[in-house]
């Protein structure tokens, strides 16, 4: 199946959780933030987070600046 990986589509298995799909994407696990679908999902939930056929995936990253 596919998901959008920060507008990429990428394809996973049809059992893959948010932290299969983001270790796949060489995503940390620190400093980051994680919506799937327009849903944040907390570091704590990604190893139980299915990640379904067409969802949406955004990883977010803070940056400092003005």
């Known amino acids: ?4 990986v ?3 589509v990428t394809p996973v298995s049809s059992d893959a959780t948010l932290a299969d799909v983001l270790a796949a994407h060489g ?3 620190r400093g980051v ?7 944040v999902v907390p ?3 990604w190893a ?3 990640v379904r056929e ?3 995936v955004e990883v977010l990253t803070a940056v400092q600046g003005g």
């Not at 199946?1 to 959008?4: I, P, W």
């Not at 933030?33 to 849903?39: H, I, K």
């Open 6 to 8: 920060n507008g990429v």
């Open 54 to 56: 067409g969802a949406v």
């Open 27 to 29: 995503v940390p696990e």
């Open 43 to 45: 570091r704590t939930a």
């Open 33 to 39: 933030a994680v919506a799937v679908s327009g849903e």
């Open 1 to 4: 199946m596919n998901v959008l």
């Open 48 to 50: 139980s987070t299915p």
